[in-house]
Nanobody, 123 residues
Framework: QVQLVESGGGLVQAGGSLRLSCAAS????????VAWFRQAPGKEREYVAS????????THADSVKGRFTISRDNAKNTVYLQMNSLKPEDTAVYYC????????????????WGQGTQVTVSS
């Protein structure tokens, strides 16, 4: 079993940057693929990016491509989401999620979830 804890959220002006971290418990974290999702008030949870267990394959949603970058450090049991050129429409609660199965872009693909971290981008 894996427990996930997100951190790094906050309030930032448009055009600014934040780096989110997803710290995991468990010695087998390196065998899990991980994704970031986000959910804005009144909207459905939205896929942001994912990374395979080895870090060799990353995928980003079109809405964040070129601005956000997912990465991982298995020695630190941590996955990161570097967010640059932030826009007000990026405002949401950001969640990380993990699976030992195939990495996917839907929430149902993931078994373990963190509690989320709030990102607010002011205009």
């Amino acid at each position: 079993q894996v427990q996930l804890v997100e951190s790094g959220g906050g309030l930032v002006q448009a055009g600014g940057s934040l780096r989110l971290s997803c710290a995991a418990s468990g010695r087998t974290f390196s065998s899990y693929s991980v994704a970031w999702f986000r959910q804005a008030p009144g909207k459905e949870r939205e896929y942001v990016a994912s990374i395979t267990w080895s870090g060799s394959i990353t995928t980003h949603a079109d809405s964040v491509k070129g601005r956000f970058t997912i990465s991982r450090d298995n020695a630190k049991n941590t996955v990161y989401l570097q967010m640059n050129s932030l826009k007000p429409e990026d405002t949401a609660v950001y969640y990380c999620a993990a699976t030992r199965g195939l990495v996917g872009t839907t929430a149902g693909s993931y078994t373990y979830w963190g509690q989320g971290t709030q990102v607010t981008v002011s205009s």
